[in-house]
């Protein structure tokens, strides 16, 4: 079992800034990717980031976040955060980190087994 706890997240006007941060813990796996995914309302959820745990610096992102998005492991590898700039109200959802990778494509939700309760974040024009 793995655990993800997620904090962060907020209510910000368009082209502001906010992090998210999931903390990690449990029987985690030393590599391992770990995601970042939202849904919105009435949508599926989608993958957003995701970062291979050791050697860490292999990231994916999605087109509609790159260059505006990073993922980082922090503290030993126990956090994974997600720096999220030049938001955009399509940006609104809620996010979620998801860990237990299963070998699927680190961008995919079916990828993932263990995921965090989320943690909202609202873009406003």
């Known amino acids: 079992q793995v655990q993800l706890v997620e904090s962060g997240g907020g209510s910000v006007q368009a082209g502001g800034s906010l992090r998210v941060s999931c903390e990690v813990s449990g029987n985690t796996n030393s590599r391992t990717w770990l995601g970042w995914f939202r849904q919105a309302p009435g949508k599926e959820r989608e993958g957003v980031a995701a970062i291979y745990t050791s050697p860490a610096g292999l990231k994916y992102y999605a087109d509609s976040v790159k260059g505006r998005f990073n993922i980082s492991l922090e503290n030993d590898k126990n956090t994974v955060s997600l720096q999220m700039n030049s938001l955009m109200p399509e940006d609104t959802g809620m996010y979620y980190c998801?860990?237990?990778?299963?070998?699927?494509?680190?961008?995919?939700?079916?990828?993932?087994?263990?995921w965090g309760q989320g943690t909202q974040v609202t873009v406003s024009s």
């Open positions: 998801a860990g237990l990778w299963n070998g699927g494509q680190a961008l995919s939700p079916v990828a993932y087994g263990g």
